[in-house]
């Protein structure tokens, strides 16, 4: 992910000053590192293009509020995280609706898209994350992981956050990011142990028949 806090300085103060192509710009530098996030967060392709749109309109929205002591990666992070706690929670209460039909804030979609600067579906990185997925059953345990231990784990494994970035994204210490990490991990452990048993249970219940036919068969032609 961009790591280059120089230039992500340069690139606010100009986004300050409303100085042109600067908004595409830190798009451009933050839009793929985002939707990785977002897109393992959610799940969901819909959702993540939503909540990747909206964390560019906060980021121009609310330039003004951003202290340059602190980092762009934990800013626009914290953004991104935040969003997609309020969706995960909206769509909890309103299971009925289609998350497709939802904007980030949880109402129908009637606004088109606010930027139009950002890329086609074609340009964005989904194909590569899920081929990145070698183990489904990982997938799915991390995204069935409370909001602080997913967003921990996501941005730790996949973003390669120091746990002092991430302590500034999730508001904690750093010993709670570790701490966090640390009962994912022993989630992970055992929600995977379960997924694999109940994968060879399965197995089993699926073999079972066919050596029931192949039995009889075999003992027929020995006789």
Known sequence: MPSDSANDQELMRGLL??????????????????????????QNEFATRDILQETFVRIYTKRHKYRFSYPLSSWVFTIAANLCKNKARWHQRHPETSIECLSVKGERRSRPNLLEVLPSEDDLPIDAIERDEDLGTLKNAVAGLPHDLRTAVLLHHYQDLSYKEISDIVGCSTRGVETRLYRARKLLRTRLAEARSLEESAQKKTAQPKAETVGPTCASIAL
Do not use: M, N, V
């Not at 590192?33 to 959610?42: A, E, G, M, V």
């Open 17 to 42: 000053k409303d100085a042109p192509g600067s908004l595409e710009r830190i798009i451009e530098r933050w839009q793929r590192p985002l939707y990785s996030f977002i897109y393992r967060y959610t």
